[in-house]
């Protein structure tokens, strides 16, 4: 089983928030909306997500897979990027 270091998790959480940052903003929701999307109130429906795009916060499936179905694109894309559904829409 491979082990990664903590650097390596770092990075791969940074770019599964930065995948969930580029799809928001391509869909042209807000921090806010997409945060009451999720289920946030008030101003942590802004600073959640905030969390979640910067730091790589999705550490949790659930979390994942309910920002995916917003975005309407595949916990898959999320995690790694090659997702066909998403790319076809993101081209357009």
């Not at 999705?58 to 309910?66: F, H, M, N, S, V």
Request: no cysteine; net charge negative; proline share 1%.
């Amino acid at each position: 089983m491979a082990e990664y270091t903590e650097e390596e998790v770092d990075v791969f959480l940074k770019k599964v928030g930065e995948r969930i940052q580029s799809v928001r903003e391509f869909r042209g929701m807000t921090r806010r909306a997409f945060g009451e999307a999720m289920g946030l109130k008030g101003e942590s429906a802004n600073t959640g997500v905030y969390a979640l795009e910067v730091n790589g916060g999705a550490t949790r499936l659930d979390t994942l897979y309910k920002a995916a179905r917003i975005l309407d694109v595949s916990p898959g894309f999320l995690l790694d990027g090659g997702d066909l559904k998403v790319e076809r829409v993101v081209s357009i």
